[in-house]
């Protein structure tokens, strides 16, 4: 329930009732604390157990321990409380050498991660299908794929652990996301051929490979087939499919999918509705994109920030200017879902509409509401008085940018160049 402070409110009963501190207890008050992201707070309270001999961390003590920080980013650490585990009377097992050699490959450090294996190899703690999962994961995610060939080999040469359905689908999405289609649709046949069955990861990893190569009748026919072996497609299949239809500009094949989601009685996520959204714009059927946000205000999923960029980014484009500041003045008067994303998008919308007057209001504004404006901001703001000619003005923003404390970037300089250019101001 994320309180751990009611959970420590227990601790006097124990003493009252002479009832013996355990690792058990430490344990869940641990894991409380990373729930609820107080990392400091768990690494004191593990420091004070082990410093007051309260009671002996386990190897579930340490695991729970080292998950936290490595789930974090904290690797070093994990590795450090492992080395401290080689040390001490707990010695580490399995669980505990997997912590730190999944941390060790999110981080890309695959050379660690398989020194730390073959460690484990030499103290005969053998790795299991877990270990080997988050190597395969890791080499995937760098492309090394005869590594990842080899893995396979020791896997099942000379440990006898068999892939299973996760480790598949590793390799599966690490090839999709490469573009190897083909080569992932080999994976799969060899896999069925192993007598290990594809699940949904499989099928949305392979539709998702085919979308990112535009190959939309390759992916509706693994979304097809998916149907054909009765494994119901979730929020994820669908909007791999659609977003894939929106983007080669087919909405009412988009459209039909959309419609069949609410006749199985299941509802569209926000990610549905806001890809939806951005296809309708990108083809101008903004009376359906309007349908689609009204119909999310009165039964469908609450819009958030990125429904309404989209909305404001659609009306800006179709030069609409009103209708996206009505939307606009109506956003800012309920303060929900706004941030400098938001307001980045007004800015570059009015000076795109030759509406610079407007968007340096909106920009003078951003100071009175105490919201730092971004290196984009400034960008958009430099681009519009560019555009025109103003490079007096253009000047003027670049200066209070770095007042700020708000460094230009390549895109502020070649923004102030082409505006020179544009405008035969070669010096």
Known sequence: MHRADCGFSVLPIYLKKGIPFGTVTFNTLIRGFFAENKVKDAVELFKKVVREKICEPNQVTYATIMNGLSKRGHTQKTLSLLRLMEQGNTKPDIFNYNIVIDALCKDGNLDAAISLLNEMKQKGIPPDIVTYNSLIDGLCKLGQWDKVRTLFSDMALNLNIYPDV???????????????????????????????????????????????????????????????????????????????????????????????????????????????????????????????????????????????????????????????????????????????????????????NSKL??????????????????????????????????????????????????????VTYKIIVQGFLRCNRIS
């Not at 009685?265 to 359906?288: A, C, P, W």
């Open 166 to 352: 996760r480790t598949f689908n590793i390799v599966i999405d690490g090839l999709c996301k490469e573009g190897k289609v083909a080569d992932a649709e080999e994976v799969m046949k060899f896999m069925v051929g192993k007598g290990v069955e594809p699940d949904i990861f499989t099928y949305n990893a392979m539709m998702d490979g085919y979308c990112l190569r535009g190959q939309l009748d390759g992916a509706r026919r693994i979304f097809d087939s998916m149907i054909d072996k009765n494994i119901e497609p979730d929020s994820i299949s669908y909007n791999i499919l659609i977003n894939g239809y929106c983007k080669k500009k087919k909405l009412s094949e988009a459209m039909l999918l959309f419609c069949e989601i609410s006749q199985k009685g299941s509802k569209s996520d926000i990610v549905t509705y806001n890809t939806i959204l951005q296809g309708l714009f990108e083809v101008g059927r903004i009376g359906d994109a309007e349908k689609i946000y009204a119909e999310m205000l009165s039964t469908g999923p609450r819009p958030d920030i990125y429904t309404h960029c989209t909305l404001l980014n659609g009306y800006f484009k179709y030069g609409l200017v009103e209708e996206a500041m009505s939307l606009f003045k109506k956003l800012e008067r309920k303060r929900e879902d706004i941030d400098i994303t938001f307001y980045n998008v007004v800015i570059n919308g009015l000076c795109k």
């Open 357 to 410: 007057k407007e968007a340096y209001a909106v920009f003078e504004k951003l100071y009175f509401i105490g919201l730092l404006p971004d290196v984009r901001t400034y960008n958009v703001m430099i681009n519009g008085f560019c555009l025109e000619g103003l490079f007096d003005e253009a000047k003027d923003i670049l200066r209070k940018m770095e007042d700020n404390g708000c460094f230009p970037d390549n």
